[in-house]
């Protein structure tokens, strides 16, 4: 099989194009790139992604795949609920400045198992101990203002958590002066798990 290498893009206008429409082909179920030895032996020898993509562990969210893009496209950055810390934060800001991507997306997704777990701590005044317990704290003021009690607080948790996430890589201080000076966008988006569809919060 002959690898594909997808041409990079350069702004982060152009850089969500490409996630945009790498989603609508694998929605439709015609992704033009699979995970195959050519196409990683293609990229051995050095990358120029243009996006990095901070999404949660969840398995059922594999970042790559649904948005279609080949090796060296896309750098990933993942954690439960995609909770930000110092490893994170300095991942995107070298994604950024060594790698020259300029778009970060940051993908939550519904049925989130980190989120589910922080509103039913939050509800309960019960928080997990241990390092569990810094996962659900770091989410947890996203639940500020929300009725836990509606049936679709979770969902809510997930977006304000999503936006959250994004305000805090656009605040960075490693990351505010490329995003002042447009050589860098964040943006915000929701996996849906039963369809596949990527909703984006945000556009540069």
Request: glycine share 12%.
């Amino acid at each position: 099989m002959t690898a594909i290498r997808a041409a990079r893009a350069t702004t982060p206008g152009t850089a969500l194009g490409e996630l945009i429409t790498g989603n609508k082909r694998f929605v439709y179920g015609k992704p033009h790139y699979g995970h195959n030895v050519t196409q990683a032996a293609a990229t051995a020898g050095g990358q120029q992604p243009h996006a990095v993509v901070l999404g949660c562990i969840d398995s059922r969210v594999p970042l790559e795949a649904i948005f279609d893009q080949p090796f060296g496209s896309i750098c990933v950055a993942r954690s439960g609920a995609h909770v930000l810390d110092r490893s994170m934060l300095g991942s995107v800001e070298f994604a950024v400045s060594s790698l020259g991507v300029s778009l970060a997306v940051v993908v939550g997704h519904k049925r989130c198992g980190a989120v589910t777990a922080t509103v039913g701590a939050v509800r309960s005044g019960a928080r997990p101990e241990g390092d569990v317990g810094y996962l659900v704290g770091e989410i947890a003021s996203a639940a500020d203002g929300i009725d836990l009690d509606d049936p679709s607080a979770t969902d809510q948790v997930v977006r304000a958590h999503v936006i959250h996430t994004v305000r805090r890589l656009r605040e960075s201080g490693g990351l505010a002066a490329s995003v002042a000076e447009g050589r860098l966008d964040v943006v915000g988006a929701i996996y849906d798990l039963d369809t596949g569809w990527v909703e984006f919060l945000s556009r540069p």
